[in-house]
């Protein structure tokens, strides 16, 4: 047998700065013994802080970087906070919460900036600042309204196994003594998030800061009253178990939405009566929630987006309002989970959009506007007025069907929608039948852009591009390909989800 090499502990490691997935990370000058010059080791390091120093046992070395753990502090980084949260530190939601918000949305400017310039190869000013030459503007990123509670909407896994974490394994007794205690204390089950490399394990959840802690009761409720009737929670490797998922939505207009993922197993009849007894108990618990709904899935993943949803109690839908406007959201509804600050990002598109004035006397003068990924048409119908006509497209049938009742709802009468795949879909001829989009604006999902979208883009050449992005890095690839016809003239950082890594970009591109 090769005998498995050890990996080294490095001490005294100051952190120097935050990367990717919500690490921090460390340079580590790694002296030569042979003559040769000395290399310089990256080191990617979870749940610290830029000035924290360190000892750091590595776990995983690679040529050029490792990654590793926490073994000591020797000293606290004064960019630190106390993380808010009981479960930081396990749960993998919130990596950031450690560190202070306006450090945070400070790394977020920079990791726009540094993907854009890296990735892209673009040539852009420093954040703040402008270049006069050029016509470039790289404003300085936009804080969240809400540093708390600013979600509406979170997704709970159902497991009949929880996950432990090291202090509750190490409070175990020893192997010797163990008799199953540590089996026993794994079969529990669980409501909560699902743990990154242990997907058939769920975290439990007692208390999340992100959501309105009515979303707590209600969780926790389900929880107790599944456990106190015997009901089966799901096992992800044997794919079996009658609670199986938890999704929770609410709005500003006050509703409530509850989705529940039942599985159903021989026993049908027997199943869906204790699916029923459950939903009517939180039903007469929480007369809050306005809409009730449940879905049964007997597919190997949680995704319900093909399946039936049916209702339980109250509507199929709840309403969000932005300015003036009503947007119905349904529980396969695409909405961004920011409320407020999806009111400042779409501010800052349509400001961009229609930087030049248009005649609003003159309706033919006014543009035509394509919205691509345009989800439940939330921009499509938040920019309508200020357009001639909006054409919105989108993947998913359902979100297509609710932009349109959106555009209805709003007595929104210069919209047109289309389901399909974009790249089949936006095609030379959908642009000859439809116009020559005057603004275009593009809101991917994390992948970005179809190599053939970016092609039709370019071929459709529309005078002024807004691409709202929710990965720099993406973004910064597609850009790479339009700058050969476009200028980009505004970079906006918009800071969506605190005390994680993500963040939204908004670029303004002008054709040359």
Not at 87 to 111: A, D
Not at 312 to 338: A, C, W
Request: aromatic share 8%.
């Amino acid at each position: 047998m090769r005998r498995k090499k050890l990996l080294p502990i490095f001490e005294n490691v100051t952190i120097t700065d935050v990367a990717a997935e919500g690490k921090s990370l460390a340079r580590i000058t790694i002296p030569a013994h042979d003559g040769t010059e000395e290399s310089q080791l990256v080191v990617f390091v979870p749940w610290c802080v830029p000035g924290d120093v360190v000892d750091l046992q590595v776990r995983r070395k690679k040529h050029s970087y490792a990654e590793a753990e926490v073994i000591r502090y020797h000293k606290y980084s004064e960019l630190r906070t106390e993380p808010m949260c009981q479960h930081f530190g396990v749960c993998g939601g919130c990596k950031w919460q450690n560190l202070h918000y306006e450090q945070q949305i400070q790394f977020k400017q920079k990791q726009v900036y540094d993907q854009l310039t890296r990735i892209g190869h673009l040539q852009l000013p420093l954040p703040g600042e402008k270049d006069d030459d050029n016509g470039i503007e790289f404003r300085k990123i936009l804080g969240s309204v809400k540093t708390r509670e600013y979600r509406n909407k979170l997704d709970f896994g159902c497991a009949n196994k929880r996950y432990l974490t090291r202090e509750e394994i190490a409070q175990l007794p020893p192997a010797e003594e163990n008799d199953g205690v540590l089996e026993s204390a794994k079969n529990k089950p669980a409501v909560g998030f699902h743990i990154t490399g242990a997907f058939d394990k769920i975290l439990p959840i007692e208390k999340c800061h992100l959501m309105d802690d009515l979303h707590n009761q209600i969780r926790n409720s389900i929880r107790d009253y599944a456990a106190d009737n015997n009901l089966s929670f799901f096992d992800l490797r044997e794919q079996h178990g009658l609670l199986r998922d938890i999704i929770i939505r609410n709005s500003n207009t006050g509703e409530w939405m509850v989705i529940v993922q039942f599985s159903l197993g021989d026993d049908k009849k027997k199943d869906e009566q204790q699916a029923h007894d459950l939903l009517q108990f939180v039903a007469d618990k929480f007369p809050q929630i306005t809409s009730l709904l449940y879905v049964y899935n007997q597919k190997c993943n949680d995704t319900f987006g093909d399946l039936p949803v049916y209702v339980f109690k109250g509507n199929d839908h709840i309403i969000e309002t932005m300015e003036e406007l009503r947007f119905k959201v349904g529980p396969k509804s695409f909405y961004q989970t920011n409320t407020e600050q999806a009111y400042h990002l779409y501010s800052v598109v349509r400001s961009l959009a229609f930087m030049h004035d248009y005649d609003n006397s003159d309706e033919t003068a006014l543009p035509l506007v394509y919205d691509l990924y345009t989800g439940t048409g939330t921009i499509a119908n938040f920019v309508a007025r200020k357009a001639r006509k909006v054409v919105g497209i989108e993947y998913v049938p359902e979100a297509i069907e609710d932009a349109k009742v959106n555009s209805n709802l709003n007595n929104i009468d210069n919209t047109l929608f289309y389901a399909g795949d974009m790249k089949d879909i936006l095609t030379d001829e959908f642009i000859s039948q439809h116009g020559r989009p005057d603004v275009l604006i593009t809101d991917p999902p994390r992948a970005g852009m179809h190599p053939d979208v970016v092609k039709t883009i370019l071929r459709a050449a529309p005078k002024r591009m807004v691409y709202v992005s929710c990965n720099p890095a993406t973004q910064a690839r597609d850009l790479a390909e339009l700058v050969a016809e476009y200028q980009i003239r505004v970079v906006q950082p918009v800071d969506m989800f605190p005390h994680t890594p993500h963040v939204e970009n908004v670029v303004l591109l002008e054709r040359k």
